[in-house]
């Protein structure tokens, strides 16, 4: 039973144009959501965050979205450059759970010169 | 500027052998994850700790693999025996629990290859 679903393995948009990663949840008690980037050969690095009681977040080109009652949430990412070509994870974890986290399979986005 | 560091980055062992990977957490950090991230696969928690105490080592085959950490700067995942469907990217990661929210920071992980 996978609780965080990221439905497309892979994104290809052109420079300059918006990317939009999706991500799905099951478990109703994630109360926080988090985006990592991995580039090959090293680890994940955190992204952007929000918590449950928003519904958007915004970080220079990054927004996350919320959508509770979808259980949906998005990262947008505007304008794609070529150097935000890489794997994107989504993560979410329950408040009470000690900061562990469960993560999606990741979207490979590839953004084109 | 602080990281986690992880050794070896690369292990080719044969089946049966032992492998021991370590990691050292950012200093001042109160939790410790491992993961392993198969071919294109996302990120399973094997384990992690909390003020190095284990708190979940569900994900863990438990007949071979261990995990522990001997004192707040090093962090050890142990596979005895080793096996070729262990072949995968391992990491660590640190984080400050509740201080820094949920946020973790990886190491560059260890890549093992079990022939």
């Known amino acids: 039973d996978q609780q965080v679903k990221q439905n497309s393995p892979s994104l290809s948009v052109q420079e300059g144009r918006i990317s939009i990663l999706n991500c799905d949840y099951t478990?109703?008690?994630?109360?926080?959501f988090l985006w990592y980037k991995k580039y090959p050969a090293e680890g994940p690095t955190f992204l952007i965050s929000?918590?449950?009681?928003?519904d958007k977040n915004e970080d220079g080109r990054f927004t996350v979205f919320l959508n509770k009652s979808a259980k949906h949430l998005s990262l947008h990412i505007v304008p794609s450059q070529p150097g935000d070509s890489a794997v994107y994870f989504c993560?979410?974890?329950?408040?009470?759970?000690?900061?562990?986290?469960?993560f999606g399979d990741g979207t490979t986005l590839t953004v084109k010169p | 500027d602080a990281r986690v560091t992880q050794t070896p980055r690369h292990k080719v062992t044969e089946m049966g052998q032992e492998v021991t990977m370590r990691c050292q957490p950012i200093?001042?950090?109160?939790?410790v994850f491992w993961y392993r991230q198969t071919m294109m696969q996302g990120l399973e928690l094997l384990a992690y700790?909390?003020?190095?105490?284990?708190?979940?080592d569900s994900g863990m085959p438990k007949d071979r693999f261990s995990a522990e950490m001997p004192d707040a700067t090093l962090a050890t995942l142990k596979i005895q025996p080793s096996e070729p469907r262990d072949s995968a990217v391992y990491f660590c990661?640190?984080?400050?629990?509740?201080?820094?929210?949920?946020?973790?920071?990886f190491g560059p992980g260890t890549r093992l290859t079990v022939l």
């Open positions: 990661a640190s984080g400050l629990v509740p201080l820094q929210g949920y946020e973790q920071f």
């Open positions: 478990n109703s008690m994630f109360d926080y």
């Open positions: 929000i918590s449950s009681i928003k």
């Open positions: 993560a979410a974890s329950v408040g009470t759970n000690a900061g562990k986290s469960t």
């Open positions: 200093l001042g950090h109160n939790t």
């Open positions: 700790f909390r003020n190095r105490a284990p708190l979940d």
